[in-house]
């Protein structure tokens, strides 16, 4: 099952909302899940596929069979049987029912052609709806991605900050002993 697209806490972090509301919807998102450690990740392909109609899944079909070599084999093996069966079979016996120049054959072409190209730029539109979406999210999930690698780098930062004055008080206590060394050294020589 797939999450929702907006999270039901996406209210601004606290102390943040004039930033908050200079955000977009996938950036408030996306802060929203980081804030909670969500995950941004969902399966587009089926979140599109489940939202389509059956008309639009026929149209889909159609595109897809439409645009393959299969289609264009098969359109051309009946254009080739047509034309040798009325010119070559039936012509002989004085019984062709599409003579040359071939109007039935054209008028055939020209309905599928203006049937089949509205079905495939209803798909292609949908298609392109489906990208959008995609790269919404790829934006989320980027930016996600972004905000959690800063947060990575305030935490190395505030390690390397903690060990360095870890390292800058045990250079001082070195000192303090060799300081004390050097008086112990120096009142024994005299």
């Not at 149209?59 to 010119?87: H, K, Q, T, Y």
Request: net charge neutral; glycine share 4%.
């Amino acid at each position: 099952m797939t999450e929702p697209a907006h999270p039901p806490n996406a209210q601004p972090p606290h102390g943040l909302p004039a930033l908050w509301e200079k955000l977009t919807g996938p950036q408030r998102r996306a802060i929203a899940r980081v804030l909670v450690s969500r995950s941004v990740a969902r399966d587009i392909n089926r979140e599109f596929a489940d939202t389509r109609t059956f008309g639009e899944r026929v149209s889909d079909r159609i595109a897809s069979f439409g645009g393959s070599w299969p289609f264009i084999g098969f359109a051309f093996l009946a254009l080739i049987l047509w034309v040798i069966l009325n010119s070559v079979i039936l012509a002989r016996r004085g019984e062709a029912f599409d003579p040359y120049p071939y109007i039935l054959l054209n008028l055939i072409l020209s309905m599928l052609a203006a049937l089949q190209a509205p079905v495939i730029m209803m798909s292609q539109n949908r298609q392109s709806a489906r990208d959008r979406l995609e790269a919404a999210h790829d934006y989320e999930v980027n930016l996600k991605a972004e905000l959690e690698i800063q947060a990575l780098h305030e935490k190395l930062d505030a390690l390397r900050a903690r060990d360095w004055a870890a390292l800058v008080e045990m250079q001082q206590q070195q000192i303090q002993l060799l300081q004390r060394l050097l008086e112990r050294a120096t009142g024994e020589s005299a």
